[in-house]
């Protein structure tokens, strides 16, 4: 497939203006009204003014970065004039995981990165391949022909107790409705996240604030209950709550029980709800395209010929891997990346003042027609490597980019394809057409309410 050329974008100020193409908003709270309206169609619209957007989110001005070029720029080749932004440090997301990871800056974030990157090599990695079809099988031997289920919920379930299992050794089935409860009411106030309620709930006791509080408290306990048996037992279980707890401060002092709650509740939230929405939106996808599916369940049978996947099964399982592409690409868990701007710099050719908001949108980005062919259309296929290779390195960001990019990319790349091939194996799905899909953008691209499908066997279990 050959990629399309450039196409013009209309510029709405002369492009050696100090200043970006601005939207003007309200005079009060600037954009925000539009944006929280209509989220994902603003994002879009937005893009129309250029490939820098200027805008104001009430007292915060904010720049919104569509060319892959800019994006390179703040993720990668200038990240050190970069923090999260504002959103990400708002009371509710340091609430939920705290100085961990996802939040923390500057050296304190190099260390941690440091203890946490040997659990994600590549090798150990790999060994974690059979317990996640051993969990697949388990979830979907209770399946039947002719069933109607919300396969949201299920991948939800099905890769929290995998994520828990392989980076915690640690088994929470127990616990797994308790924690898809919590869950489902903590994403819940980051759909208004450009609202004054937003604010508000952030920094007042509002019935929110407290619904908020609670659900982190539920969850928290399951985590400070998991760091506790590992103290106690004193066990090395080569696991990275093993290295966190051996690790050691530059004073010789270990983490306390909080530091090590942030990091295990960063990847206990990042390590399972981004895979469960890329395999939800791939079963999604795949059930509105019947010749994406034929292919798919052609090369299952090909190469596994009714066996388990294993890991060593990854390289032969191609166009598998491709629909987890594509999947990402059209529906990106993480649709958005935010920074805010240290010192002044210059960004597309604009002046970017100190303390900007800056946004980069896997959402419109990865549906740009610069970019894709047939961008909105499910084609895995356009996933050559030559396709790969000749697209610009921030055209397709899923995971991120840079010295922050996501440290368990190639886990979750690997826990897609292998859950895809084993329920692949044994089931298609069709949509409800009663039950149409919406879209949630919250903290992450999530189904407003859920996706529910009706099972087909493909072959006796």
Not at 102 to 120: D, I, M, V, Y
Not at 399 to 413: E, S, V
Request: with cysteine.
């Amino acid at each position: 497939m050959n990629r399309v050329e450039d196409i013009p974008i209309k510029p709405a100020r002369d492009a050696r203006a100090t200043l970006p193409p601005a939207i003007k908003g309200s005079l009060i709270q600037g954009v925000m009204p539009e944006f929280n309206r209509d989220t994902l169609g603003f994002i879009e619209r937005a893009r129309n003014y250029g490939n820098v957007v200027r805008m104001r989110f009430l007292y915060l001005t904010a720049y919104f970065l569509y060319h892959p070029d800019d994006i390179e720029y703040v993720l990668s080749t200038n990240a050190k004039n970069f923090i999260k932004s504002r959103s990400v440090r708002s009371p509710f997301f340091q609430r939920l995981v705290g100085n961990g990871l996802l939040t923390s800056e500057g050296e304190f974030w190099r260390r941690q990165r440091r203890l946490a990157q040997p659990a994600f090599h590549r090798q150990r990695i790999s060994g974690y391949g059979d317990v996640m079809v051993e969990y697949t099988e388990r979830l979907i031997s209770s399946w039947s022909d002719g069933e109607t289920r919300d396969i949201h919920q299920d991948m939800m379930r099905l890769t929290l107790e995998i994520v828990v299992r392989t980076l915690f050794n640690a088994d929470v089935s127990g616990d797994a409705a308790k924690v898809e409860r919590a869950l489902s009411q903590i994403v819940k106030p980051f759909s208004s996240q450009a609202t004054l309620k937003w604010i508000l709930d952030n920094r007042l006791p509002t019935k929110t604030h407290r619904r908020f509080n609670e659900s982190a408290k539920e969850i928290d306990e399951i985590v400070y209950r998991i760091i506790s048996e590992r103290r106690a037992s004193g066990s090395d279980q080569g696991d990275l709550l093993s290295m966190l707890l051996a690790a050691h401060d530059e004073d010789g002092s270990q983490m306390t029980n909080r530091q090590l709650r942030d990091e295990v509740m960063t990847l206990f939230l990042a390590g399972h709800e981004t895979t469960a929405l890329t395999l939800s939106w791939a079963w999604y996808l795949l059930a509105q395209e019947p010749a994406a599916e034929q292919k798919f369940h052609a090369e299952l049978d090909d190469v596994l010929a009714g066996r388990l996947p294993t890991a060593a099964d990854l390289s032969r399982l191609k166009y598998t891997e491709m629909i987890a592409k594509e999947s990402m690409r059209l529906y990106p868990p993480a649709y958005a990346l935010g920074r805010e701007s240290i010192e002044e710099c210059e960004v597309g050719g604009f002046r970017m003042p100190a303390k900007t908001q800056v946004f980069m949108f896997q959402w419109a980005v990865q549906r740009d027609p610069r970019f894709f062919d047939q961008p909105n259309s499910f084609y895995p296929e356009r996933w050559t490597d030559e396709f790969a290779n000749g697209l610009p390195k921030y055209a397709y960001f899923p995971f991120g980019g840079g010295p922050r990019a996501c440290i368990g990319n190639y886990f979750a790349m690997m826990e897609v394809v292998l859950l895809l091939a084993t329920i692949g194996q044994r089931f298609r799905f069709s949509l409800l057409p009663e039950h149409p899909v919406s879209l949630l953008p919250a903290m992450s691209l999530r189904p407003r309410d859920g996706i529910k499908v009706r099972i087909e066997n493909r072959r006796p279990a």
